[in-house]
């Protein structure tokens, strides 16, 4: 199926709302920290991601995932 709307498109929506759904399972994999909220920007340009975090001594931090869907090569 041809892509017909970027900005955001269709896959790049459902990618971020998967992730942000997988939460718990993403925190299996981080050792030393744990999610403590996910803020979504799902419907910008680029879907983003900011996940905030909190290590074992208390302190926080984020990791930012932006989601870009290439453009089609047909």
Known sequence: MKTEHYNPSQIEVEMAYALTE???????????N????????????NPM???RLQDKDGDPHEVVV???????KF
Do not use: P, V, W
């Open 22 to 32: 997988l939460k718990s399972q993403l925190g299996k994999f981080l050792t030393h």
């Open 34 to 45: 744990t999610i403590e909220s996910i803020e979504n920007h799902i419907q910008e340009d």
């Open 49 to 51: 991601l900011i996940f």
């Open 66 to 72: 932006k989601i870009i869907q290439r453009a089609d």
